[in-house]
């Protein structure tokens, strides 16, 4: 990804430096000393701004009470921008935050722009950001922190939709931009929702939902129908998407479907429906399909099966047997909402390469207690294949040991982005708390 145009546009921030250059926690060493105004107490709080994390990572507050924020980006100054999901009622649906006196919180922050939604993106110099149905960008002059102008329409005429219409977005090494667009149903019944009905067999939410689109990343004014190519195809809603460099592939962790107890009750109990089906982490390639909504994957039996919506009893293969795997799977309803992966290495060795996700929290897991609301990580090589079993890395957030809804979290973990520092940025989607994680080495 270039950055370099936006390196230039934007002014310097004062975040403290957390490393010096050319030091690597590739042979082990402990992170070396702070330097000028910079501490080790300035960037974390006490008790890590409620956080649980491993050994030797603290972190801090860098705001609070931003607002209902979905995704992030931390520009190579440390400039922080996040999107909101709703525009305000003044405007500015996009927030920009930056520290002007080293202490390690942000404390000037503008809103601009007359977009809102989830997808938030820098490439070449620009700011992309989405709405339910359109993809726009904005352009920086000289040393603003806030764009010059209005923005510019990249796609627009995406299909409106009620359930899972927000848009993630993401960029390859090529100039191509990649767009989630959601399936808008549970699974592609007949009658939505409802039990014992049918799914539609051919699905047509198949047609321009459900996958993933690509478009020129520099061109303007495009739309879907015209412009798009459909990358790839039966992914309900990949909100935590991300390019792998090493890879050179797009990842996307999907939201898998609900209800199949509500939905199917001769298959499923109310304790099966807890944890299935997974929420599954794909490697995109050009035509994959990946099932939905014909097939999910039971991380149990560790296979894709038919869903009960097109004859399967839970252990049916079917016409999933020719879909594609996931490379890593979650518990169910664990909602992963952002995916980036760390290419630097002021984090220990083993966490190189690998993706970090953030699980947004269930709602549906009864009679078991709701999950997710973490940061959970999956160790990968530099050639984009998971090592070893995922792990939570950053936890704490729901505030409580048990949760009856989602509603009763503290914070609910939403969008996730590196600094240019090796630091971890989490936002949270409730009260817009933004936290900095660093690595400060072991005690």
């Known amino acids: 990804m270039n950055t370099r145009r936006l390196t230039k546009l934007l002014l310097p921030a004062a975040l403290p430096l957390l490393v010096i250059a050319g030091w690597s926690l590739s042979e082990g060493n402990d992170p070396p000393p702070l330097s000028g105004a910079a501490t080790m107490a300035s960037v974390c709080d006490e008790d890590n701004g409620g956080l649980v994390l491993p050994e030797g990572f603290c972190a801090g507050v860098v705001a609070d009470n ?22 305000p009622d003044d405007g500015g649906g996009i927030t920009a935050l930056r520290d002007t006196d080293q202490d390690g919180k942000a404390d000037s922050m503008h809103s ?99 996958g993933v689109w690509q478009f020129d990343a520099m061109a303007t004014a495009q739309t879907q129908e015209a412009d798009g190519h459909h990358f790839s195809t039966g992914i309900r809603n990949g909100l935590a998407m991300a390019w792998h460099p090493g890879a050179g592939d797009i ?70 047997a020719e879909t594609g795997d996931p490379v890593a799977a979650f518990p169910g309803h664990y909602a992963p909402n952002d995916l980036v992966f760390n290419t630097q290495d002021h984090f220990p060795a083993q966490y190189g390469n690998g993706a970090f996700i953030a699980f947004h ?43 009856a809804s989602p509603g009763d979290a503290a914070y609910r973990p939403m969008g996730l982005a590196f600094g240019p520092h090796g630091s971890l940025y989490v936002a949270d989607s409730m009260k817009g708390r933004i936290w900095r994680i660093v690595y400060k080495g072991m005690e």
């Open 361 to 403: 929290g269930s709602w549906n897991r009864a009679p078991l207690p709701q999950q997710g609301y973490m940061v959970a990580f999956v160790p990968m090589d530099a050639s984009g294949e998971p090592t070893g079993d995922w792990e939570p890395f950053a936890d704490g957030f729901k505030g409580a040991e048990t949760l």
């Open 66 to 87: 931003v607002g209902r924020i979905r995704h992030i980006v931390v520009d190579a100054d440390e400039d922080i921008y996040v999107i909101h999901r709703q525009l």
């Open 251 to 320: 990842y996307v962790v999907q939201h898998g479907r609900d209800q199949l107890n509500t939905l199917w009750p001769d298959h499923y109990t109310d304790e099966q429906n807890a944890e299935l089906p997974a929420e599954e982490m794909f490697r995109l390639y050009d035509g994959s399909d990946f099932g939905w909504p014909y097939c999910y994957y039971d991380h149990q039996q560790g296979a894709k099966v038919l869903s009960p919506e097109y004859g399967g009893d839970g252990m049916d293969v079917g016409r999933c």
């Open 112 to 210: 601009f722009g007359n977009v809102a939604g989830t997808g938030l993106e820098r490439y070449d110099g620009y700011l992309y950001a989405t709405t339910d149905t359109s993809v726009h960008r904005f352009a920086f002059e000289g040393d603003a922190l806030a764009p010059s102008g209005d923005p510019e329409l990249v796609v627009g005429d995406f299909v409106a939709q009620g359930q899972h219409a927000s848009k993630a977005i993401a960029f390859d090494d090529d100039g191509r931009l990649y767009v989630n667009v959601g399936a808008p149903s549970n699974a592609c019944q007949e009658s939505m929702r409802t039990p014992g009905s049918p799914g539609e067999d051919p699905c047509s939410q198949l047609e321009r939902q459900s």
